[in-house]
T-cell receptor
C-alpha cells in the first residue's frame, strides 16, 4: 500500500536560513510524489511534482525536492526562508498506480521568525 | 481559468438543519474530490468522482452525508441532518491526471 510519513509536525526557522521539510514514502512501484502548501485560511496549492523525469524537482517560490529511491525520501528544501513561507506543507502520493486519489501526509507546519 | 469554485465560503447553521455545499471544477477536468479538514483528523478524502461517476465513497462518515455530480461542471455535498461534529472546512478539488487543484474551501460551523 502507498503511504507517506512526514517526519516533523512542526519546523521553525529564522528568515534567511535554509528550510528542510522531511518526507519518507512507501510504495510498491516508482510513484509520482507531490508537495502541497496551505497558507492560513486558504486552500491547498501544488508546490511541485515528481514524475521520474528528474530526481531534483523545482517548484514555485524557490522550493525544490529531491527524490532518493535508496532512502525512500522526498525532502522539501529552500535555501533561504521568507516570512511568507510560513504555512502548512503536505507530502502526497497517489493511492495507486492507476487511480487518481491521493494520500496526504499529516502535514508539517513551518514557522518563520524575523 | 477561474480555478475550482466553491460556495458558500462560510456557512453557519443549527444542528439538525440540512446543509448543501457546492463545487464547480476546472473546465476539462474529469475527476472531482471532496475533502474535509479538521484540526483533530487533518485532511480526509470523503468521496471522489471520475467522469461524473462516484468511484470511492468509503470516506463518507455516515448516511447523513451524500454527494452528487449531475454533470461535469457541478457537484454538491449534502449533510442532512447536520451535527456540531460536522464543523470543519470542506474542500473540493479537481484533476485531469494525478495532480489535483483545490478550491478555497467552505468553512462550516454547526451550532
Amino acid at each position: 500500500a502507498q503511504s507517506v510519513t512526514q517526519l516533523d509536525s512542526h519546523v521553525s526557522v529564522s528568515e534567511g536560513t535554509p528550510v528542510l521539510l522531511r518526507c519518507n514514502y512507501s510504495s510498491s512501484y516508482s510513484p509520482s510524489l507531490f508537495w502541497y502548501v496551505q497558507h492560513p485560511n486558504k486552500g491547498l496549492q501544488l508546490l511541485l511534482k515528481y514524475t521520474s523525469a528528474a530526481t531534483l524537482v523545482k517548484g514555485i517560490n524557490g522550493f525544490e525536492a529531491e527524490f532518493k529511491k535508496s532512502e525512500t525520501s522526498f525532502h522539501l528544501t529552500k535555501p533561504s526562508a521568507h516570512m511568507s513561507d510560513a504555512a502548512e506543507y503536505f507530502c502526497v502520493v497517489p493511492q495507486s498506480q492507476a487511480g487518481t486519489a491521493l494520500i496526504f501526509g499529516k502535514g508539517t507546519t513551518l514557522s518563520v521568525s524575523s | 481559468d477561474a480555478g475550482v469554485i466553491q460556495s458558500p465560503r462560510h456557512e453557519v447553521t443549527e444542528m439538525g438543519q440540512e446543509v448543501t455545499l457546492r463545487c464547480k471544477p476546472i473546465s476539462g477536468h474529469n475527476s472531482l474530490f471532496w475533502y474535509r479538514q479538521t484540526m483533530m483528523r487533518g485532511l480526509e478524502l470523503l468521496i471522489y468522482f471520475n467522469n461524473n461517476v462516484p468511484i470511492d465513497d468509503s470516506g463518507m462518515p455516515e448516511d447523513r452525508f451524500s454527494a452528487k455530480m449531475p454533470n461535469a461542471s457541478f457537484s454538491t455535498l449534502k449533510i442532512q441532518p447536520s451535527e456540531p461534529r460536522d464543523s470543519a472546512v470542506y474542500f473540493c478539488a479537481s484533476s485531469l491526471r494525478d495532480e489535483q487543484y483545490f478550491g478555497p474551501g467552505t468553512r462550516l460551523t454547526v451550532t
